[in-house]
């Protein structure tokens, strides 16, 4: 069986990548700036250059495949209209060539964890859109709405030992008690892959997270204790984080946090603690045994596509792919 992955050189894709390949799938891949590829090794997957802006890039990858996944994501771009046009008009272009593309039987499409119609929360809204293009079609979907996905090159726990790194003071906009679901990026690849085939969650919207809820306060905790590191947590208002933010861009060469980032930080971010098991079978591992590579000096984005056996403590998905 043919997966088409866009967004397959990122974070996700390519723990996606890598466990659909576990699973003898066939493996697309659309690749948005030529040489990202070169993190899969040579010959493991079909690459294909696009973009979900252009149509006709997607006609091409789409052909004669029988699954697409969407990773696709723009959180912070330098003009609004930009995000807008990824997470919304990409979307809407995917799904028009999908409609016309007969062979494809799901498409897997991750949005985010609160999602919603309120235009002032930019991103969230760009991705509640994104949605309505989907459920507007005929194309039969999975929407996944992660909370925190966490791993080795995340813009998450990594914004935050980069903090731990380099001051003594950790800014946190907000009173820092809001809480997010960290999920692992191997177990979050796990369950977008065995939500291909499953036709119980067709046409179905699945909100998941980690196993625990934790506060940004806590979170901060356990990556200075994993860090050994002793930190003191400052507190300011979300405001600051448009003064802070610009200061971080003039002062790093390769800044860190940026002002939408800081925004979703302050946000409860939570849903229910057993979706992983009980729609998927598999126990998530826990924040702070899933954060060890923040002991590594520098963490950096790996070169090469990762690679793990299927824990046992997981069911394979209910049917393989083909050889």
Not at 212 to 234: A, G, P, V
Request: proline residues 5%; aromatic residues 8%; contains cysteine.
């Amino acid at each position: 069986m043919v997966v088409l992955v866009a967004g397959a050189t990122g974070f996700i894709g390519r723990s996606v990548v890598n466990e659909l390949l576990l699973h003898n799938y066939t493996v697309r891949c659309l690749v948005h700036t030529p040489g990202s590829e070169r993190v899969f090794p040579d010959r493991a997957v079909e690459i294909y250059y696009g973009d979900l802006r252009n149509k006709d890039s997607l006609k091409s990858a789409c052909r004669g495949v029988e699954f697409v996944i969407n990773l696709v994501s723009a959180i912070s771009l330098p003009r609004a209209s930009d995000m807008l046009s990824i997470n919304i008009e990409g979307v809407a272009n995917l799904v028009s060539t999908i409609e016309n593309e007969h062979s494809v039987k799901r498409l897997v499409h991750v949005s985010v964890l609160g999602a919603n119609d309120n235009p002032r929360e930019r991103y969230f809204f760009a991705k509640w859109r994104g949605e309505q293009e989907i459920k507007r079609t005929n194309v039969p979907y999975t929407i996944i709405r992660p909370s925190v996905i966490i791993g080795a090159s995340d813009r998450f726990s990594n914004v935050f030992a980069g903090l731990v790194r380099r001051f003594p003071v950790i800014p946190v906009f907000g009173h820092g008690r809001n809480r997010v679901q960290p999920m692992a990026v191997d177990d979050f690849a796990y369950c977008i892959v065995a939500s291909l085939n499953r036709q119980d969650l067709q046409n179905t919207t699945i909100e998941l997270g980690g196993d625990l809820q934790l506060s940004i306060n806590e979170i901060i905790d356990s990556i200075c204790s994993t860090m050994n590191r002793r930190r003191i947590k400052m507190h300011f208002p979300l405001w600051m984080s448009r003064l802070f933010c610009p200061l971080m861009n003039l002062l790093m060469a390769k800044p860190i946090l940026n002002t939408e980032l800081a925004k979703l930080l302050s946000i409860r971010n939570v849903t229910d603690t057993d979706v992983a098991k009980s729609v998927f079978g598999i126990t998530p591992r826990g924040f702070s045994e899933g954060i060890d590579y923040l002991t590594q000096i520098d963490v950096a984005t790996s070169t090469n596509l990762p690679s793990r056996n299927v824990s046992n403590k997981r069911k394979s998905p209910s049917n393989e792919g083909g050889e």
